[in-house]
């Protein structure tokens, strides 16, 4: 098996890497980028380094929408909705930057980090049933290689000798159930033997650094893909706006705010109507009523 590395530009979707994002977007990951960098240390323990991950991606973007936790013996996963009982979308292995052994690289890719990810998806897949897996990390903080979900689908689940394989190891019919017999004795073997390249998207943050940590908003136009790629537009797929004149969500809502009006579902439709609770004293609609209940009044 050999990785191809795929630049975050070159994996994300031309419409969507078109579309500007907001400053205080680009504010908001440049900041939690640099806490995220400023906190690895080498030979922190992984428990300490998946937090690290997990908050980054929270805070940069899924505090409001998804459910970043661990999950039995995964280190992190991304939840497609808010609790950890909606399907899990994206599958992270995270490793210390100093576990060089077990950690993915080119030279390396039948590493223990990758068997461990093939494990989890086989899991995911066959005991959960859940094919909404959109994809795969492994990740020692610096280094992040993320691979798509369909290729572990094909070369993996779909392969039925190597899931009976992986079924009789679970069930106990082999001489263990330690998951070192399943990395070494059936993962390991099988990956040697796969005659394809596994493209994978690739990035090093180290090699962002100084585009970071310097004031010229001007370089900030280096980051927008890294910014769009660990979004969940890319990550879980959401589906985004391809139209330029398409207000962006924030927006829109604080808009209505503004206007005194609130988005409602009606069956299945949305409608926009006037607040009926919390209404705004100072927003454009009420003003406009208090204007005309005034004027009536003068002139009756």
Same mark, same amino acid.
């Given at each position: 098996?050999?990785i191809?590395?795929?630049?975050p530009?070159k994996?994300?979707?031309?419409? *969507?890497l078109?579309q /500007?994002?907001?400053r205080s977007e680009?504010e908001?990951?440049?900041?939690?980028l640099?806490?995220?960098l400023?906190?690895?240390?080498e030979?922190?323990r992984?428990?300490n380094?998946k937090? !690290?991950?997990r908050d980054? =991606? /929270?805070?940069?973007y899924?505090?409001e929408?998804?459910? $970043?936790?661990?999950?039995?013996?995964k280190?992190l996963?991304?939840h497609?909705?808010k609790?950890n009982?909606?399907?899990v979308?994206?599958?992270i292995?995270?490793k210390r930057p100093?576990?060089?052994?077990?950690?993915?690289?080119?030279?390396?890719?039948n &590493?223990? +980090?990758?068997?461990e990810l093939? =494990? @989890?998806y086989?899991r995911e %897949?066959?005991?959960?049933?859940?094919?909404?897996?959109? @994809?795969?990390i492994?990740s020692?903080v !610096?280094?992040?290689?993320?691979f798509e979900? &369909?290729? *572990?689908?094909k !070369? *993996?689940?779909k392969?039925?000798? #190597?899931?009976?394989? @992986?079924?009789?190891?679970r069930d106990?019919?082999?001489?263990?159930k330690d998951?070192?017999? #399943?990395?070494?004795?059936?993962a390991k073997p099988?990956?040697?033997?796969?005659?394809?390249?596994?493209?994978c998207?690739y990035?090093d943050? %180290?090699e962002?650094?100084?585009i970071?940590?310097?004031t010229?908003?001007?370089d900030?136009?280096n980051l927008? +893909?890294?910014q769009k790629?660990l979004?969940? #537009?890319?990550l879980?797929k959401?589906?985004f +706006?391809?139209?330029?004149?398409s207000l962006?969500e924030k927006?829109?809502k604080e808009?209505l !705010?503004?206007?005194?009006l609130?988005?409602v579902?009606?069956g299945?439709k949305?409608?926009? %109507?006037r607040k009926?609770?919390?209404k705004?004293a100072?927003s454009l609609?009420?003003?406009a009523?208090? $204007? =005309?209940?005034?004027?009536?009044?003068?002139h009756k």
């Amino acid at each position: 098996m050999k990785i191809v590395k795929i630049s975050p530009k070159k994996s994300l979707n031309k419409a *969507f890497l078109k579309q /500007r994002p907001l400053r205080s977007e680009i504010e908001l990951f440049k900041s939690n980028l640099i806490r995220l960098l400023d906190k690895i240390d080498e030979i922190e323990r992984e428990e300490n380094q998946k937090n !690290h991950i997990r908050d980054f =991606l /929270r805070d940069t973007y899924y505090k409001e929408t998804n459910e $970043i936790n661990t999950k039995d013996t995964k280190d992190l996963v991304i939840h497609l909705g808010k609790t950890n009982k909606d399907k899990v979308g994206v599958i992270i292995e995270a490793k210390r930057p100093g576990n060089k052994n077990e950690m993915i690289s080119e030279a390396k890719p039948n &590493s223990k +980090a990758f068997q461990e990810l093939i =494990l @989890y998806y086989l899991r995911e %897949r066959i005991e959960e049933n859940n094919i909404d897996i959109k @994809y795969l990390i492994a990740s020692n903080v !610096h280094e992040w290689y993320i691979f798509e979900a &369909s290729y *572990f689908e094909k !070369h *993996f689940y779909k392969n039925k000798s #190597f899931v009976k394989q @992986y079924e009789e190891w679970r069930d106990g019919k082999k001489v263990t159930k330690d998951t070192n017999l #399943f990395y070494n004795d059936i993962a390991k073997p099988f990956i040697d033997k796969i005659d394809e390249e596994i493209p994978c998207t690739y990035f090093d943050i %180290r090699e962002y650094e100084k585009i970071l940590r310097n004031t010229d908003k001007a370089d900030d136009k280096n980051l927008i +893909a890294l910014q769009k790629l660990l979004s969940p #537009f890319f990550l879980l797929k959401v589906p985004f +706006a391809n139209d330029s004149n398409s207000l962006n969500e924030k927006f829109y809502k604080e808009l209505l !705010h503004i206007i005194g009006l609130e988005e409602v579902k009606e069956g299945t439709k949305s409608i926009i %109507r006037r607040k009926e609770k919390d209404k705004q004293a100072g927003s454009l609609i009420e003003n406009a009523i208090n $204007i =005309l209940v005034t004027e009536d009044a003068l002139h009756k």
